[in-house]
């Protein structure tokens, strides 16, 4: 992988054209992104996979529109999870189900605990797994071109994943699939395997959504070399293909786990040196079966308004602040100058830049 790489300052390169001029209408492709955001904001989420056809010069409008909608804007940045294909000319907004957050959620801390114990331990893995940390849903910009400067970066926003804190990349990314999303899943790990050169060494799909069954499967996919007609190829092969872990029945399939290596979690540089890096971390089935039980209990208890509540003591009435309405320019002044004193942690896996280009990067995050 190239050392000398000067991206671009943003996820991909705008187009050279100016900002659109007030009053100016937007096309209708961007304006349903916009009202999608809306909705999002308002607590509409239609399906947890939503794909919008968006060219790269509409996607800079849609910028440029939430730039004058600051208070939007803001919630875009925090609160929605959003990936962009300039090459694909799509956008795709992810808004997944209680079901799907709190599977994930169990087979992070799943990762988590086992990581642990290997950091506890003695020796040279040990310490080296303690660089390992889960990086949680950060977003991941892939390069088209990993040895171009002048490349287009795609956005990623993963389920999850998990790394080394000296790689420019995750290891090991987790994504939590349904119907729209499963048929997309094999395209995200050529973009997470392939533009990376690699660097992103797994990618683990965990599909919990099957109509009218209670089948769950696993799939998982790594990078591998092979020669085809004389020539060296590098591409991502899926060594675990749809394998259930549970039946259309509910029971877990014994033969079925997940199983993680500690080199799996860091580029092959950083490993030099290290021995016994083949300890594994292992998800039975049984266990993916209990998550994904729970997960679904508390998904069917928040439909149906479910569970152990307290209540206030009798007659005692309740007070709520009042609230300084905000237009939606966000001129607020108060809320501006909070905003201007606190420090944003960005978690964004953007490769760093030096020079000109840190420059540029800097002025677009104003």
């Known amino acids: 992988m190239?050392?000398?790489?000067?991206?671009?300052?943003?996820?991909?390169?705008?187009?050279?054209?100016?900002?659109p001029t007030e009053g100016k209408p937007f096309s209708t492709r961007v304006q349903k992104v916009i009202d999608l955001f809306e909705g999002h904001r308002k607590g509409r989420r239609p399906r947890p996979?939503?794909?919008?056809?968006?060219?790269?010069?509409?996607?800079?409008?849609?910028?440029?529109?939430?730039?004058?909608?600051?208070?939007?804007?803001?919630?875009?940045?925090?609160?929605?999870?959003?990936?962009?294909?300039?090459c694909c000319s799509r956008l795709t907004i992810r808004m997944p189900t209680p079901l799907h957050e709190t599977f994930c959620a169990e087979v992070v801390d799943e990762i988590t605990s086992q990581l642990k114990v290997l950091q506890n331990g003695d020796g040279p893995s040990a310490k080296f797994a303690r660089n390992i940390k889960h990086f949680a849903s950060s977003r991941v910009h892939l390069p088209q071109d990993i040895n171009d400067p002048e490349t287009k970066y795609y956005k990623r926003e993963p389920d999850a994943s998990f790394g080394h804190m000296e790689a420019r990349y995750p290891g090991v990314i987790l994504e939590i699939c349904y119907s729209q999303k499963s048929r997309e899943i094999p395209y995200l790990a050529d973009d997470y395997i392939l533009n990376t050169d690699g660097n992103v060494k797994v990618v683990v799909g965990l599909d919990i959504d099957y109509k009218r069954s209670e089948r769950a499967a696993l799939s998982v996919w790594r990078p591998e070399y092979v020669m085809n007609d004389g020539e060296l190829e590098f591409r991502t092969a899926a060594v675990v293909e749809e394998e259930a872990f549970r039946t259309h029945e509910g029971h877990p399939?014994?033969?079925?786990?997940?199983?993680?290596?500690?080199?799996?979690?860091?580029?092959?540089?950083?490993?030099?040196?290290?021995?016994?890096?083949?300890?594994?971390?292992?998800?039975?089935?049984?266990?993916?079966?209990?998550?994904?039980?729970?997960?679904?209990?508390?998904?069917?208890?928040?439909?149906?308004?479910?569970?152990?509540?307290?209540?206030?003591?009798?007659?005692?009435?309740?007070?709520h602040r009042t609230r300084t309405p905000l237009d939606d320019s966000g001129d607020d002044a108060s809320c501006e100058e909070r905003e201007n004193k606190r420090e944003r942690l960005d978690s964004d896996y953007l490769p760093r830049a030096s020079g000109k280009s840190r420059e540029m990067v800097d002025r677009q995050s104003q």
Request: charged share 25%; proline share 8%.
């Open 49 to 86: 996979w939503v794909e919008c056809p968006l060219s790269p010069i509409d996607y800079t409008q849609v910028l440029h529109l939430l730039e004058s909608k600051k208070f939007l804007c803001r919630y875009v940045e925090d609160k929605v999870r959003y990936d962009y294909d300039p």
């Open 2 to 19: 190239a050392d000398n790489i000067t991206p671009p300052g943003s996820v991909f390169e705008p187009p050279l054209t100016p900002p």
């Open 253 to 319: 399939v014994t033969t079925t786990a997940l199983r993680l290596a500690l080199r799996d979690f860091v580029p092959d540089g950083l490993t030099q040196g290290y021995a016994d890096l083949d300890k594994e971390i292992i998800i039975s089935s049984e266990q993916l079966c209990h998550f994904l039980q729970e997960a679904e209990a508390r998904q069917q208890a928040e439909v149906r308004h479910m569970g152990y509540t307290d209540k206030i003591h009798t007659g005692a009435r309740k007070r």
